[in-house]
């Protein structure tokens, strides 16, 4: 066939900014800004046996770790416990964790978990007080935060 | 003054790029989450009023010492073993009334696995990551004969089951049935691990 058509219709991309917006509204909604600074190093062990925690209004979330390397020339080497955007001493946490508590519906305070995000290179005795203190104020449920991965890393 | 004919036009041709400039943004910022990590219950602090006599063959005792060494049954152990030493010794089955445990029926390992116990005992200098490494270990194990006994009831993983009964979004009908099955696998094999005070020398 020689006949040609002289022009090819264009699609119309008007309604483009629409879809865009669409998938920008998504993402904007979907989004948490994460609000805490992090002043603790906190790189998570690694484990295989996983079980997933959703709801995030369950959560109370405990984090261990060795201060940042920002925060190291005054806050020394030694682990400690930051709790929401401040660190605290080990005395501290069941007053937090009491409060945190209480923040909650009553309804999910009998399945509110504690998530222990404690980076991989604290002992594990401060995590046993931590623990013990939890025990204290009747907190039972807790969850060592992990990623999901090759626990053999360890062992080299 | 005279009037303009009609307001101008403004060109909406860039909104698209507007859009996408922010729409990358917000793709690049955002992680979505999940939180995942070991489950575990704390004994309540009450003591139980009976003191319970257990006899120390049912006790599987496991130690981590400062340098992560493990002490299995008073004998050093590497890491890699420890999953299928546990195994080993919850199906241990001593008494015969398991009659689904696969274990060699030593008389000296555990009766049953309800009555087979876990001890982790832990120096308080212990790294982090090697105590959650032995835990789990230690939860593999019973997952692993979990997963075995749900496949052989139900075709199925227990790990499975138990995240889909777990999730709220799972219509409740499915959810009943999916209880009933959950509990008879878990109480096939008890979870049944006790962590002593940790010790500071």
């Not at chain 1, 989004?31 to 925690?53: C, W």
């Not at chain 2, 509990?183 to 005070?197: C, G, H, I, T, Y």
Request: include cysteine; proline fraction near 4%.
């Amino acid at each position: 066939m020689r006949k040609t058509k002289k022009r090819i219709p264009s699609v119309s991309t008007a309604s483009l900014p629409d879809i865009v917006f669409m998938l920008l509204f998504f993402f904007m909604t979907v989004t948490t800004i994460k609000d805490t600074e992090m002043l603790v190093e906190n790189k998570l062990p690694e484990a295989t046996e996983l079980s997933e925690l959703d709801k995030k209004d369950r959560i109370i979330e405990i984090f261990v770790g060795k201060p940042t390397a920002k925060y190291s020339n005054v806050l020394g080497t030694e682990p400690k416990i930051q709790l929401n955007k401040k660190l605290f001493n080990i005395e501290d946490v069941r007053t937090y964790v009491l409060s945190e508590l209480a923040k909650k519906p009553e309804g999910i305070r009998n399945l509110v978990t504690v998530s222990l995000k404690i980076d991989e290179n604290v002992h594990v005795g401060l995590v046993s007080d931590i623990k013990k203190e939890l025990q204290d104020v009747n907190l039972l449920k807790i969850n060592y935060a992990a990623i999901q991965g090759n626990y053999t890393s360890v062992l080299d | 003054m005279p009037r303009r004919k009609g307001a101008p036009e403004v060109n909406a041709g860039s909104m698209a790029d507007i859009a996408f400039l922010l729409l990358i943004f917000f793709l690049v910022t955002t992680t979505i989450e999940t939180d995942a990590g070991l489950d575990r219950m704390l004994p309540p602090i009450e003591p139980p009023d009976t003191d319970v006599i257990i006899r120390q063959k049912n006790i599987f005792t496991v130690n981590i010492n400062k340098n992560g060494q493990l002490l299995v049954e008073d004998q050093l152990m590497d890491l890699k073993d420890l999953r299928e030493a546990a195994i080993a010794f919850l199906e241990n089955g001593a008494d015969g009334s398991c009659n689904y445990c696969k274990g060699r029926r030593d008389v000296s390992s555990s009766d049953n696995p309800s009555k087979a116990i876990i001890s982790l005992k832990n120096d308080r200098e212990t790294k982090y990551s090697t105590y959650i490494t032995v835990q789990n270990e230690l939860v593999g194990a019973y997952n692993d004969l979990r997963n075995r006994e749900a496949q052989r009831l139900y075709n199925r993983d227990f790990t499975d089951m138990e995240s889909e009964y777990l999730n709220p979004e799972t219509p409740s009908s499915i959810r009943d049935d999916l209880k009933d099955k959950v509990k008879r696998v878990q109480d096939m094999f008890p979870q049944k691990l006790s962590e002593a005070e940790t010790t500071s020398n």
